[in-house]
């Protein structure tokens, strides 16, 4: 089983993010959800922009790292939308790094290093009408190109958001697809 650290939206650790990481963990693995946002959740992409740019958006990133626990063997680092910069990051350029899994967003390699890592598969989620997704996904085609440990999943529809069960975004039927691919990479970590 997996040991997952998986990082929240801009609207913060919602109820929903909160059972996403609960279906994980219903497979077995251990899921680590740090909360960026120190208990505070936002209506909206907007608000939760706000509140992370009068904290500062580093500062919030780094809160996620800062609070996870030595892990036994490894991190399969995953983030949701804003969440992905950190987790993209830590698969990036950490030697612990057993996998990642980027939902919602994607961002360019060379952000966080000259090619992503041979040894940490990834798979990357979004909606192929989603208006965020759509500005990641040229960076997401190029990063499952660059490497045969990537794989790239595209549903159909524009929700921004949509596995997290407590916002309108919600798509369940897209969301059982997703489960079922990320329960399937993590068997073969």
């Given at each position: 089983?997996?040991?997952?650290?998986?990082?929240?939206?801009?609207?913060?650790?919602?109820?929903?993010?909160?059972a996403?990481?609960?279906?994980?963990r219903?497979?077995?693995?251990?899921?680590?959800?740090?909360?960026?946002?120190?208990?505070?959740?936002f209506?909206?992409?907007?608000?939760?922009?706000?509140y992370?740019g009068?904290v500062?958006?580093?500062?919030?990133?780094?809160r996620?790292?800062?609070?996870l626990?030595t892990?036994?063997?490894?991190?399969?680092y995953?983030?949701?939308?804003?969440?992905?910069?950190t987790?993209?990051?830590?698969?990036?350029?950490s030697?612990?790094?057993?996998?990642?899994?980027?939902?919602?967003?994607?961002?360019?390699?060379?952000?966080?290093?000259?090619?992503?890592?041979?040894?940490?598969?990834?798979?990357?989620?979004?909606?192929?009408?989603?208006e965020?997704?759509?500005?990641?996904?040229p960076?997401?085609r190029e990063?499952?190109?660059?490497?045969?440990?990537?794989?790239?999943f595209?549903?159909?529809?524009?929700?921004h958001?949509?596995?997290?069960?407590s916002?309108?975004?919600?798509?369940?039927?897209?969301?059982a697809?997703?489960?079922?691919?990320v329960r399937g990479?993590?068997?073969?970590?």
């Amino acid at each position: 089983m997996a040991e997952i650290a998986l990082f929240h939206h801009i609207q913060g650790l919602t109820d929903g993010v909160a059972a996403f990481a609960e279906e994980l963990r219903s497979s077995g693995h251990t899921v680590h959800a740090p909360d960026m946002f120190e208990g505070h959740t936002f209506a909206s992409i907007e608000e939760g922009f706000a509140y992370a740019g009068e904290v500062g958006f580093d500062t919030i990133r780094q809160r996620g790292p800062a609070s996870l626990p030595t892990p036994d063997g490894g991190f399969v680092y995953a983030g949701i939308s804003f969440g992905v910069a950190t987790a993209q990051n830590l698969a990036q350029t950490s030697n612990d790094a057993r996998g990642a899994l980027l939902f919602d967003a994607c961002l360019p390699v060379s952000e966080f290093g000259s090619a992503w890592p041979a040894s940490v598969p990834v798979q990357i989620h979004g909606r192929e009408d989603d208006e965020f997704f759509q500005e990641d996904l040229p960076s997401a085609r190029e990063l499952a190109d660059s490497t045969a440990s990537a794989e790239l999943f595209v549903y159909p529809g524009d929700g921004h958001l949509f596995l997290d069960s407590s916002l309108d975004a919600y798509d369940p039927k897209a969301t059982a697809v997703l489960l079922e691919r990320v329960r399937g990479f993590l068997a073969d970590i």
